[in-house]
């Protein structure tokens, strides 16, 4: 072959190359805007999470018993707030609720899961679903945290953190922008733990078993691992803290 002719063929199948690198990148973007066209816009304040098959759980060495088998589940499409509910949004549903001073845009806490339920059903939403949730948070490549499988400082309010994270309380929502998850939500790891929907029976060979339900994401005032997109907190429904917060979900609909 000659020289020119080979060059042809070297650039001809760099071009190929890099063409199909870029389509590769664009599949996800392209199916996540072909499903969209098949459902009203979110509502204000939340993303669409199209439907499709995601990674729950993990494997990975040190996962909790609950979190194991890491497994495919096919998750319906929905919509789920950017943000966690803040003392400002709260306030709008209760007028008594206190709010402290300076902050109106920190996450609302210390609500019980009936309360946060009660605040969702006012707007025509509901708490997400443990699955739910942890597709908004990880996206559907399995990642074990939002923004991919390695912990990085920065990017999340949690009390292990350095860099001048994990100060011992909630921050701002959206104040570590790092954080995004793959589908835009924010402070899906650390700043405060969340409601989710799901329930779970406890059973302890030396006690009677007992329901809880279901916390995720984290918290300031907790560790990188629980941090984790597939970590479950558990909390009794009728008891909540300075460190319980929430978001809103809501079905998808054509």
């Known amino acids: 072959m000659q020289p020119a002719a080979k060059r042809r063929t070297h650039i001809y199948a760099l071009v190929v190359a890099v063409a199909t690198i870029i389509i590769a990148g664009a599949k996800p ?72 001073p300076g902050f109106d845009d920190y996450p609302v806490t210390a609500v019980l899961r009936r309360d946060a339920e009660r605040y969702c059903d006012c707007l025509d939403r509901r708490l997400p679903t443990g699955a739910e949730w942890e597709k908004a948070a990880r996206g559907v490549d399995g990642r074990t945290y939002p923004w991919g499988d390695t912990w990085e400082e920065g990017r999340a309010n949690v009390r292990s953190a350095g860099a001048g994270q994990g100060r011992g309380k909630p921050q701002k929502v959206g104040s570590l922008p790092g954080g995004v998850s793959p589908f835009g939500c924010h402070d899906m790891s650390g700043n405060v733990w969340e409601w989710v929907s799901d329930d779970i029976v406890v059973t302890d060979s030396r006690f009677p078993s ?15 691992f629980q941090a984790r997109c597939a970590y479950q907190g558990f909390e009794d429904p009728n008891v909540t803290c300075n460190d319980v917060g929430f978001r809103c979900a809501r079905s998808a609909t054509r």
Not at 75 to 94: M, S
């Open 29 to 100: 973007a392209y199916r996540h805007w072909l499903a969209a066209q098949q459902y009203g816009p979110a509502p204000a304040g939340m993303v669409f999470v199209p439907p499709g098959n995601v990674w729950l759980g993990s494997d990975a060495p040190g996962a909790e018993p609950d979190e194991r088998p890491a497994r495919r589940a096919f998750v319906p499409g929905f919509y789920i707030d950017i943000y966690e509910v803040t003392h400002a949004d709260y306030r709008r549903f209760d007028p008594e609720h206190v709010i402290p």
């Open 210 to 224: 007992y329901r809880r339900g279901v916390l995720r994401g984290g918290a300031f005032n907790y560790s990188v």
